[in-house]
């Protein structure tokens, strides 16, 4: 079927090859630490520095990361996979070789399923994931002339995870780029911080007129690293070549960098300086064979995973389906949410109301994870049962979470120092609401002549007289009974 992008005329083509740092405490073939941040080249040890000799013993935790990775996007994970290696000089690789995986990589003929923009599901098949080691870093800033090396970097460990050409707008490749993402956080495989370079991608984008059976020359674009900019250099990639081609140019394959300053990719090498990389199986490393018991003994530790959570929550707790996909991004949100409901007798979709609600829009605010909250679950149900049985009224309830993310105690301690409960005394109410028709007699004449609408200025006032905290369907109910009198 066509691929809808909309940029009439033409389909847009784009594979992703994803980067995503195992998170191993140590590294893929040596034991030196993995940890982010530490002082330049005090994470390397012989291996990673490329010294001659010394033999790299593989780390078998990334062999059970990748497979989880095979079993969860419902992959063929090898049985026997190979390590080779791929030859090339850069100042950051000294061994002057990378190994990876090359003609047998440990997965192969995934899939993952994303939603397009009308909202319907859609299949995009994963090449192949292999397992690599990352190189070190140069270092240009604060040494003048001179540029360093960092090895801390070296030998950590990668699972290089590889689409099909299936995505079809940059929105698309985003989505993907998302479903990989919540995937390999919900194994715990990756931490996917992208700040600190644990989850690259690499976009290769093309595209074809409509109709067109063979695919367009790609431009492999690097350096993206938030789903923001993928989106917009995704974007730009697509106009530059089909303005090109419009203009009777041509695309040539060639790698492309994205600047996000000027919104723009431009030139880093073309194919015809492309490496010959001189694959071959590295003699120091066996073969990495793996029994169907122990891909059998992985698959029974998968949890459940995003698709799967979210089609529970739409079942379980009778959720839309958008409130679900949010609410299961992360493992911890989708934890946190549940434990509120459990604490709450007040209906899921309320619960999900204040997770979605205030208390994101309080951890966006400051910039914080679900992990960070400053109300624990428990406690925010505590505030959803407070609505629930009528105590306070869903606007005060605003306020009363205000205080609690303010350290003032609990929704009950809240209501209680404050002196928010609700008013439901009809008594309170009714001469408060006699109040107010005394002091109205305009707007009075004009309701009792017709104007119904003047029914909300009433109830803002009782409501402003209680400060908010009369019960807003008695006060509805004696300001008709009063004014229709
Ligand atoms: P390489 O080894 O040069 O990186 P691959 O064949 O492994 O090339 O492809 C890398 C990525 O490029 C894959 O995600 C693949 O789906 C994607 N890809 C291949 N051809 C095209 C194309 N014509 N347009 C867009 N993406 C493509
Ligand atoms: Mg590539």
């Known amino acids: 079927?066509?691929?809808?992008?909309?940029?009439?005329?033409?389909?847009?083509?784009?594979?992703?090859?994803?980067?995503?740092?195992?998170?191993?405490?140590?590294?893929?073939?040596?034991?030196?630490?993995?940890?982010?941040?530490?002082?330049?080249?005090?994470?390397?040890?012989?291996?990673?520095?490329?010294?001659?000799?010394?033999?790299?013993?593989?780390?078998?935790?990334?062999?059970?990361?990748?497979?989880?990775?095979?079993?969860?996007?419902?992959?063929?994970?090898?049985?026997?996979?190979?390590?080779?290696?791929?030859?090339?000089?850069?100042?950051?690789?000294?061994?002057?070789?990378?190994?990876?995986?090359?003609?047998?990589?440990?997965?192969?003929?995934?899939?993952?399923?994303?939603?397009?923009?009308?909202?319907?599901?859609?299949?995009?098949?994963?090449?192949?994931?292999?397992?690599?080691?990352?190189?070190?870093?140069?270092?240009?800033?604060?040494?003048?002339?001179?540029?360093?090396?960092?090895?801390?970097?070296?030998?950590?460990?990668?699972?290089?995870?590889?689409?099909?050409?299936d995505l079809r707008s940059a929105k698309e490749a985003?989505?993907?780029?998302?479903?990989?993402?919540t995937i390999v956080r919900y194994l715990g495989i990756s931490d996917g911080n992208m700040q600190e370079g644990s989850f690259r991608c690499d976009a290769n984008v093309s595209v074809r007129r409509l109709g067109q059976k063979v695919l367009g020359t790609r431009a492999e674009l690097k350096n993206l690293n938030s789903f923001r900019f993928i989106e917009k250099a995704i974007n730009f990639e697509i106009e530059r070549q089909i303005e090109l081609i419009k203009d009777g140019g041509e695309v040539v394959q060639e790698t492309r960098l994205y600047d996000s300053d000027k919104d723009e990719t431009r030139s880093m090498r073309s194919k015809e300086e492309a490496n010959d990389y001189r694959y071959f199986p590295d003699p120091d490393l066996l073969p990495v064979e793996i029994s169907e018991e122990y891909i059998e003994a992985i698959r029974v530790t998968l949890p459940e995973l995003p698709d799967a959570k979210q089609q529970r929550f739409v079942n379980d707790y009778d959720?839309?389906?958008?409130?679900?996909?949010?609410?299961?991004?992360?493992?911890?949100?989708?934890?946190?949410?549940?434990a509120v409901v459990g604490a709450t007798d007040a209906r899921a979709q309320v619960a999900a109301n204040w997770v979605l609600g205030e208390l994101s829009g309080a951890l966006n605010r400051e910039n914080k994870g679900i992990g960070d909250s400053r109300i624990a679950a428990t406690d925010l149900a505590g505030l959803v049962n407070r609505i629930h049985d009528h105590t306070i009224s869903g606007k005060i309830a605003k306020?009363?979470?205000?205080?609690?993310?303010?350290?003032?105690?609990?929704?009950?301690?809240?209501?209680?120092?404050?002196?928010?409960?609700?008013?439901?005394?009809?008594?309170?109410?009714?001469?408060?609401?006699?109040?107010?028709?005394?002091?109205?007699?305009?707007?009075?004449?004009?309701?009792?002549?017709?104007?119904?609408?003047?029914?909300?200025?009433?109830?803002?006032?009782?409501?402003?007289?209680?400060?908010?905290?009369?019960?807003?369907?008695?006060?509805?109910?004696?300001?008709?009974?009063?004014?229709?009198?």
Not at 105 to 122: A, K, S
Not at 319 to 338: G, M, N, P, V
Not at 429 to 458: C, H, Q, S, W
């Open 319 to 338: 959720l839309k389906s958008d409130a679900a996909a949010i609410l299961t991004t992360s493992r911890a949100l989708a934890d946190y949410f549940e």
């Open 1 to 165: 079927m066509m691929g809808i992008s909309s940029f009439s005329g033409w389909e847009v083509v784009i594979g992703l090859e994803v980067h995503a740092q195992l998170a191993t405490k140590a590294k893929i073939f040596s034991g030196a630490s993995t940890a982010y941040g530490a002082e330049p080249n005090t994470q390397a040890c012989l291996v990673d520095l490329g010294y001659p000799g010394v033999l790299p013993v593989l780390n078998e935790e990334v062999v059970r990361m990748a497979t989880l990775f095979g079993l969860a996007v419902n992959a063929t994970v090898a049985r026997r996979s190979v390590f080779a290696r791929k030859n090339y000089f850069y100042p950051d690789l000294p061994k002057g070789y990378q190994i990876s995986q090359y003609e047998l990589p440990i997965v192969e003929h995934g899939e993952l399923f994303i939603t397009d923009g009308d909202g319907n599901e859609r299949r995009i098949g994963i090449t192949r994931a292999h397992l690599e080691e990352d190189a070190g870093k140069s270092i240009h800033e604060g040494l003048g002339a001179s540029s360093g090396i960092d090895l801390n970097r070296a030998g950590t460990p990668l699972l290089e995870i590889v689409s099909e050409p």
């Open 399 to 485: 306020q009363v979470f205000e205080a609690m993310w303010e350290g003032e105690g609990t929704a009950d301690e809240v209501i209680e120092a404050k002196g928010l409960e609700q008013i439901t005394d009809s008594s309170a109410i009714e001469t408060i609401v006699d109040r107010v028709i005394a002091a109205n007699p305009g707007p009075v004449e004009e309701y009792k002549a017709g104007k119904d609408k003047l029914m909300g200025f009433f109830v803002g006032q009782v409501m402003k007289e209680t400060q908010g905290q009369a019960n807003p369907e008695q006060v509805n109910q004696i300001l008709k009974a009063k004014l229709n009198d």
């Open 174 to 181: 985003v989505a993907y780029l998302r479903k990989i993402h």
